[in-house]
């Protein structure tokens, strides 16, 4: 059970090299059945603990995918198939503003699994990240945008694949180190 979120990760980080792989040989309306597949694995993946926040974000990224397999349907189109990650940018950004315009923020709800009693100044921090995740998105997710309308199909598999994980995983830790050196320091 403790690899069903490497696996869910791994299938979200695969879903722009599989469309890559695919697009060699199908065109994009034939790779709708790919992402809806992989789609489907993650949800399955996604375990029945979920919390109210992973419920909301499955039912966006659901949405996102579906709306978008629709317009791959209509247009064939390889550039709004490549907008997948954008979309994702999207409902992400989406859930994480959502919470800060109606508290908690996604970011106070994992705090508070590790520690239920978070103090006034660590639901303040908190908001921040959930800000800073929230800046992330949107840079992100343009990142994306520009890669799908004027990048090779290369370059978005490239960047989508793999840069944006590992940016992504840089916040992550960046913020961890910062917040054990500073917050963690004022306790």
Not at 2 to 19: E, G, Q
Not at 117 to 139: E, N
Request: proline share 5%.
């Amino acid at each position: 059970m403790r690899l069903l979120p490497v696996v869910r990760t791994l299938l979200f980080a695969a879903t722009p090299v599989a469309i890559y792989l695919a697009l060699g040989h199908y065109e994009p309306r034939q790779v709708i059945p790919l992402l809806l597949v992989l789609a489907g694995l993650r949800l399955v993946t996604s375990g029945k603990g979920a919390t109210a926040t992973r419920g909301a974000q499955r039912w966006l990224l659901v949405g996102a995918l579906l709306t978008l397999a629709a317009l791959v349907a209509i247009s064939n189109s390889e550039t709004v198939l490549r907008l997948y990650p954008v979309l994702v940018n999207l409902a992400m950004l989406a859930l994480f503003a959502h919470s800060l315009i109606n508290p908690p923020t996604v970011i106070e709800r994992i705090a508070r699994l590790q520690r239920p009693d978070l103090p006034p100044a660590g639901v303040a921090y908190t908001r921040k990240v959930t800000q800073l995740w929230c800046g992330f998105f949107i840079v992100n997710g343009a990142i994306a945008a520009y890669t799908a309308v004027l990048a090779s199909r290369e370059t978005w598999a490239w960047y989508n694949g793999g840069v944006a994980y590992a940016l992504m995983g840089l916040l992550f830790v960046g913020e961890w180190l910062y917040r054990r050196q500073h917050v963690g320091a004022s306790r």
